[in-house]
């Protein structure tokens, strides 16, 4: 029996409605078929060279998710979609 990512797809798309509210991306979340692990592409306002992919992962002592980056660390907010989508948006939209 396939698994179901019904969680990790909820808390992908609270964080891209938190990145709305943000501005400046382009989102989407894929799950590959064959009902692979979803996944987030962000793009920040500065094209392709400012993306990131973002994961999800379950947390087995209380069964909730966190954003993972594309180097393996947690997205920091513990969870929460909104603290993930901050973070987001100073990663792929730095102030320079």
């Known amino acids: 029996m396939a698994r179901s990512y019904d969680v990790e797809i909820t808390w992908l798309e609270a964080v ?3 990145l709305e509210a943000l501005g400046q ?4 979340i894929t799950q590959p078929y064959g009902s692979g692990a979803p996944f987030l592409h962000v793009v ?5 060279r400012l993306a990131e992919t973002i994961r999800v992962r ?13 180097w ?3 997205v920091a907010g513990k969870g929460d979609p909104v603290e993930a989508a901050k973070a987001i ?7 320079m």
């Open 16 to 18: 891209v409605e938190a």
């Open 25 to 28: 991306f382009n989102t989407s």
């Open 44 to 48: 920040g306002h500065g094209g392709t």
């Open 58 to 70: 379950r947390v087995t002592e209380d069964d909730s998710v966190r954003g993972v980056w594309s």
């Open 72 to 74: 393996e660390e947690d």
């Open 89 to 95: 948006h100073r990663v792929t939209c730095p102030r």
